[in-house]
Structures are given as structure tokens and as C-alpha cells.
């Protein structure tokens, strides 16, 4: 039963391309997140949305940008992909707080590698 | 800004004993997870807490929650190999944060 999918398990792209990682959940959930996790340095936050066409940054989100209209969907876009973006990609999915059952879930993740 | 964090960072454990992870965080907050996660995979939810004093168990792992202090707990009791990954607790108020991690290795 599979509540969040991402687009691409692994995925390629050259220096300077722009890239979508997408991101959908099928459990109505209002917040949505992406994550980037490197060795060393856990799971850091680049977006995350609280409702259709609503958007904040995260600790790191120089070089991304995120795309939100439809509830269930959550896009991450490189505008144009460096080295140092290469990474795993994670997105999560969760309720809002006013809930009485609490969930989050994240997707399989994305491995993305930049040549 | 919220700040999680997380201890100890890497623990070797020999099955049967028992340990205890800890993750302290630096505002109020909503709720707070448990995750685990094995290598090459993604995350994979075992708790949510909500209020001061709560308790969850599923088999040898058992979390806590004190909003007090703002600390959870997550107490491993008699380790087995299977238990061997990376656990992290995550905070959520209107975003979620993560603390470091903990690699566990439970050892025969």
C-alpha cells in the first residue's frame, strides 16, 4: 500500500540541466516536505508546504525551488544542476497538527547523481 | 529556529543488552517521531508521540516523550541483530526537523 511515491529511484543528469523530482501522496495530507541527506550531515530540510500553492524554505534551499498545485503533488526543481546537488533526495508527507491521528510518511527516495 | 538533537551518534550494542538513544529538542513542539531507516532505504515511521508522558512500544523498542524537558527517549531492550540500522527522532511543529541520527549495530 504505497502512500508516497517519487518519481525516480536514480537518476542521471548532466551540470547545468534543469531538473523535476516529483513527489505525490495519496493520504490527503496537508504538509508536505523535501529532504536532502548526505553522509555526515543527516536529513536536511529544503522546502516544505502547509497547503496548495504554499511554500517555505528550509535551512538549505539556495539552488532548489518547489512547485505545489495540486494537494497531492510536490515538485522539486534544480534550476540548473551542480556537483554538489548530487545526493539522495527524500520526500515526506504528513498531517497538520489539529489532527487526532498523527502521521508522516516518506517516499523510497531519489538518488540523484550531477556529471 | 527548532534544533534537534541526537545521542549518541553510533552505538555497537551485543544482542541481549539493553540502551537507551536520546533526542532533545530546543522549542515546543507539536509531535515527535521516530524513524528508522536501513542502508540504501528510506525512512520508515515506527513512533509518533503527542503529549507529555507518552508512551509507545512495539516489540524490543519502547519511546517516550517528556515535553518538560523536551527530551524523547527511545529504549531498545534486549537487542537482536535485526534491530541493527539508523534510528532518528524528527520534531514537528509547522516544518519537521531531524536530529543526526544514530547508527545502531546490534553484534552476535
Known amino acids: 500500500d504505497v502512500k508516497v511515491t517519487q518519481s525516480s529511484r536514480y537518476l542521471v543528469k548532466r551540470t547545468g540541466e534543469k531538473v523535476f523530482l516529483e513527489c505525490v501522496q495519496d493520504?490527503?495530507?496537508?504538509?508536505m516536505f523535501w529532504y536532502r541527506q548526505d553522509p555526515g550531515l543527516g536529513l536536511r530540510l529544503i522546502y516544505f508546504?502547509?497547503?496548495?500553492?504554499?511554500?517555505e524554505k528550509g535551512d538549505i534551499p539556495e539552488g532548489y525551488s518547489v512547485s505545489r498545485e495540486k494537494k497531492e503533488r510536490f515538485s522539486l526543481i534544480l534550476e540548473s544542476a551542480s556537483t554538489n546537488q548530487t545526493s539522495m533526495y527524500l520526500c515526506a508527507s504528513s498531517r497538520p497538527h489539529q489532527t487526532a491521528r498523527p502521521e508522516a510518511f516518506f517516499g523510497q527516495g531519489t538518488r540523484l547523481t550531477v556529471v | 529556529e527548532l534544533k534537534v538533537e541526537q545521542n549518541p551518534l553510533f552505538l555497537s550494542m551485543q544482542e541481549g543488552k539493553n540502551y537507551t538513544i536520546y533526542c532533545n529538542y530546543s522549542?515546543?513542539?507539536?509531535?515527535l517521531y521516530w524513524y528508522r531507516q536501513d542502508p540504501g532505504k528510506s525512512l520508515e515511521s515506527l513512533f509518533v508521540?503527542?503529549?507529555?508522558?507518552a508512551v509507545k512500544q512495539e516489540g524490543r523498542l519502547m519511546a517516550s516523550l517528556d515535553t518538560k524537558a523536551r527530551l524523547s527517549t527511545l529504549h531498545i531492550t534486549a537487542a537482536v541483530h535485526d534491530l541493527s540500522a539508523t534510528y532518528f527522532c524528527a520534531v514537528e511543529n509547522n516544518d519537521m526537523r531531524f536530529g543526526a541520527g544514530t547508527r545502531l549495530t546490534v553484534k552476535p
Open positions: 493520504m490527503d495530507h496537508e504538509n
Open positions: 508546504s502547509y497547503d496548495v500553492k504554499m511554500k
Open positions: 508521540l503527542l503529549s507529555n508522558g
Open positions: 522549542t515546543t513542539s507539536d509531535r
